[in-house]
Structures are given as C-alpha cells and as structure tokens.
C-alpha cells in the first residue's frame, strides 16, 4: 500500500503543486490521479520514488517512509512507465527491457531470457527484440516500456499517462490488455491520467486533483458517477455521466423476449415470412447474432438466400451478465428497435425493447443507491 | 590528389626535381615530418577531449557554468596560435624548439572546442529518456556514463572532427618555431623560391595535410560508425 500523509509540493519559485495531499493506493490495485492540466498529477506521482522530494509530508510503501531509502535503489524496487515510453535509444528492445534487471545484477543471461518472456507478455513478437526503439511504432514503445517497468517484478508500478500518445484504437487495446495483465500480477499502481474515461475504465478508486493540488474526492468509479461531491467534479467527470454511469450497474434476471431468427443461407422466403416490424434477426449455423434483415433488403437482396452483404450491421450486442448502459445501449442502437440479447458465449437469447431496458433503469434508480444527475446541472 | 601528384611535376618541366623527384629525393625527412606532424594534431585532441568531458559534465549541470565556460573558450580561441607556441616556454618553463609547447597549446584550443561540444552533446539527451532512466534508478555516475555519454557520442564526435582537421593547419604554423612536421616543406619552400618561383615542396606539402585531415577524419567517422550502431536504423523510421 502507498500512502500520502498530508504531503505538500511547493516549487522553487512558489507555485504549490500538491497541497496537504491525504491518500492512500491500496495493495493490489489500480488508484487513478485524473485532473485538469498542471493540477499536480505528475508531481505527486513522482513523490513516490522521490524524483521530486516533498516539501512536508511524507509518502509511506508498506509502511515503510520513503525519504528513508536511498533514491537509485528505491526506484529500482518501482517501476515506472511515461507517455512517450523513454525507452533508451541506443538500446535494443530487449536491453532495455532487461534494464533494471542488470543495475540489480542480475547477470546478462538471466536478464535478457527474462526480457524476452516479457516480450510476449505484453503481446510483442520475439522478432523485435533486437531492434532498436526508433524502429517501433509508438504503441510497440509502449509495451516495451510496460514490459521494462515490469521486468524486476517491483510490487509498485507508477504509470504517468502512458497511454495518452497512442490513437485511441491501439489506446483501447492496450487499456484492456494492462487490464488483463493486472488481473493476472496484481501490482499496487499509481496510474496517472487527465482523461475521466480511461480514469472509469481502469481504475478501482479513483482520486480527482482540482488545480492548486488539492484532493476534490476519492470514490470507486461508479460512485463518483452516481455523488460528484462539488460542482468541480461533477463537470469534470462530464454530462453524459448518468449514463455512463449505467455501466457499473449490473442486469440481473433480464426479461428478454423469444426473437424469430433465420440461418445465413437460408431462403430469402422463409426471411420474408419471418419479418417481424419489417426486421428479422439473422444468426449463423451456432447461433450468433450476425445482424438484421430489413424488408427492403430481403427485397432487393442479389442472391435467392440469406447472405451477410445483405444485413444491417448497426445494433450493438448486450450480453445477459452485463450492464444496463450495454443493454440500453443495444436497444437504442438496433435498427429494428429490438436489443439482442446473447450468452457468454454470443449465442442468442433474446431481444429487448428499449421500454424495457427504460423499466429496468427505473428499478434501479427507485434503490437506495441514489439516482446519478442529481448535482447542478439541468 | 592523384590527379595533383600527376599534373604538378609536368608543369615543373624537368621530372627529378617535381613533385615526386622531390620527395624521393627527401623520403626520409618528409616520411618523420609526416609522422610527427600527425602525433602533433592526434595528441592534442586526445588530451583535449580527456580533460573536456569532466568540463563538459560540470557545465552541462550546473547553471552557472556553461556561460562562463562559453566566455572562456571563446577568449581563449582568440589568442593567435603562433603567439601561443611562443609563450609556452616561458609558462612551462620548456625548452622553445621542444614538441611539448605545441601539444599543451593546441590542447587548450581543443578544450576551448570540445568543452563546449561535450556539454552541449550531454546537454541534448531527451528529456523523457533522461528522467526514465533515472526512475529506472541509474544513479547520477550510472546514467552519465551508461546513458548521457552514449548519447552524446554523435555530438562529440563531430566536434573532434573539426578539432582534428583544424589541428592538422595548426601545427604546420609550429615549423616557424623549428617544430619538425610538414610545415617545414612549406619553410624550404619559400627559401629554394628565393631566385625564382619552387613548388614542389611546398606543394607536397599541402598534398599530405590535406590527406593527414582526410584519413584522420575517416578514422572519427568510423569509430562514431561502430558505438553508434542505433543511428543506423533511424534512416528507416
Ligand atoms: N520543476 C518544476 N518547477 C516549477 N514548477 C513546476 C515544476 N514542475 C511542475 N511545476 C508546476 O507545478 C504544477 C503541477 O505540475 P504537474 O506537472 O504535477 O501537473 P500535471 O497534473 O501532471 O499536469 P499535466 O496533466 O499537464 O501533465 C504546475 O503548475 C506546474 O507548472
Ligand atoms: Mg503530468
């Protein structure tokens, strides 16, 4: 566990960039610092490994101070990943990976066959690793950078926007896929971000800074959805949040709907005979939703059976474990206005009406846990 | 060059005394002069480049220093060289004729060089590499010489190739003083021009600089070639 008791920054030339900070970064888990710009993120996420030292305050691992450690030798013990990666560029992949490994002395062989499962750890092919960082792509730099911070296997991973520089496709596969790594390491992280997305998507607590480096709140994501405490974080965390927040509640015993399907392949007369408000769910042979058949399609379709270029792609898919915004979400996208509805494993269940995705909300949001919304906006 | 070597001692007329004739003539001197010219450029940059990194370092860290070290050099770089060679003996107490003046004055104009190239070199390390190393917990010592210095070994290197080749023209001005190396084919020169116009010598002369520079120069650009493999693939980004 991490933890800041009262910690202040004060700059040489007066700015406070932290201000009697009081948090605590649970063992195991992921502890978000999201903010406006300049609000002190990277200056408190720093204080950790002490590359800037607290002006009071002090920051505690494991209870353990750490102006008390020696600065080179508690950073090897942290591992640390930034935005443009920093990886060193005379470097291979490979050796940079297996930095800190060798400043600990751990010898060149051990180090590097380390680095190489590493390498595929974070989804990079073993062809890289001899290359130098100026021969990778940017999201490559930052796996290798991950990999890098993860190489001593430090209990302790301070992550400064890593995933800020990389455009928001690769961003989203790397978000799931750190995901599924802590899963599996489970380290006590500090991860750093100005974006409340990313902040909701992987954080367990989430801590907002307002400018001047004072603590607005700390809450689990969905309850800084549900009670912003101020005005300040409920515009920070954004308008759409009730919505957004819909995402954290889960669906339990869906009444979904019995929805009449035809097979791709089938004969576009048995689809006509099926529509159903001028729409028919076409699933494959294991019975996967694969998208909607219009009347007008089936009509002007090329071929005498069903085929995939025919179908409307548009609804997005809710599974039955998951949340109301995905259930809401594949009722209101479905062309036919009918959410399908599927299992773990993408065979369908059944459909559900946006009225009823609507009825579920209300159910909920009747609970005690609070309806969302309820700060000052209109 | 070649092309020099040829065409030179045609227009001289006669072939013993052109260009060839004359080294032949004068192999042995020409051959030490030669030798020694080249110890009097590489020696210099040696020692200049061993005391400019401590320099470097120091104004590359602290404020206050790398202007002082900017005025100082560019002072220093003012003092004509000949000035220099003569006022050595007095300060070190050597001997007028001796190599040493000449070795410890272009040492001072290849610190007033490269003090300031080092400190740039270490200067330009990016930013976010330079914090990433530190966090990976390279301690100040580790990261100047595992990760500063690698890094700046493009820029230090294009800094001893100026201070090599100005070297080379330097010490040719050193033979006024009675040094040995080939400037001294330049003095013979002017005295065999006293009845009529020789060049041979004086000719040969800048022919070897010229090809002392080159060779030297190729010599820094492979060295810079060999630790610095990662530029090589930059190219293909
Ligand atoms: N080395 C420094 N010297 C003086 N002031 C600094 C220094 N580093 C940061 N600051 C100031 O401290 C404040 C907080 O900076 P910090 O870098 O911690 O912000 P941040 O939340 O990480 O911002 P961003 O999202 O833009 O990265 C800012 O006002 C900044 O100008
Ligand atoms: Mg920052």
Known sequence: MIVFESVTKRYPGGTVAVDHLDLEAPKGRITVLVGPSGCGKTTSLRMVNRMVEPTSGRVLIDGADTAASPPAALRRGIGYVIQHSGLLPHRTVLDNIATVPLLLGTDRRRARSRAMELLERVGLTPALAKRYPAQLSGGQQQRVGVARALAADPPVMLMDEPFSAVDPVVREQLQNEFLRLQEELGKTIVFVTHDIDEAIKLGDRIAVLRVGGRLAQVASPAELLARPVDAFVAAFVGRDRGYRALGFAAVSSLPFEREETVRLGEALATARDRLNGGWVLVVDAEDRPQGWLSEDGARLAAQETVTEDALNLGGTLATEDGSLRELLDAALSSPSGRGVVTDGEGRLLGSISPSTAVRLIEERSSAPAGAPGTGEEA | ?237
């Open chain 2, 1 to 237: 060059m070649i092309a020099a070597l040829g065409r030179i001692p045609a227009q001289g007329g006669q072939s013993p005394p052109g260009l060839l004739g004359y080294f032949s003539a004068h192999r042995t001197e020409v051959l030490h002069w030669l030798w020694w010219h080249a110890w009097l450029s590489v020696l210099p940059v040696l020692i200049g480049l061993v005391v400019s990194l401590p320099l470097g370092y120091l104004a590359s860290r602290r404020r206050w220093a790398y202007p002082a070290l900017v005025s100082v050099s560019g002072l220093l770089y003012t003092i004509p060289s000949l000035a220099l060679f003569v006022a050595m003996p007095s300060i070190l107490g050597t001997k007028i004729l001796d190599p040493v003046n000449v070795v410890v004055a272009l040492s001072i104009y290849t610190v007033a060089l490269l003090a300031r190239v080092v400190a740039d070199g270490l200067g330009a390390v990016p930013e976010d590499v330079a914090q990433a190393a530190t966090a990976m917990g390279y301690t100040p010592l580790q990261r100047l010489a595992k990760v500063d210095l690698p890094l700046a070994v493009p820029v230090i290197t294009a800094g001893l190739r100026v201070a090599v080749v100005a070297n080379v023209s330097l010490v040719a001005i050193a033979a006024t003083i009675g040094v040995p190396e080939l400037g001294q084919l330049f003095t013979n020169g002017f005295q065999l021009s006293s009845t009529g116009p020789y060049y041979p010598p004086i000719v040969l002369g800048i022919v070897l600089c010229v090809v002392l520079a080159l060779v030297l120069d190729l010599v820094i650009v492979l060295v810079n070639r060999a630790l610095t493999p990662w530029r090589r693939t930059e190219a293909h980004r």
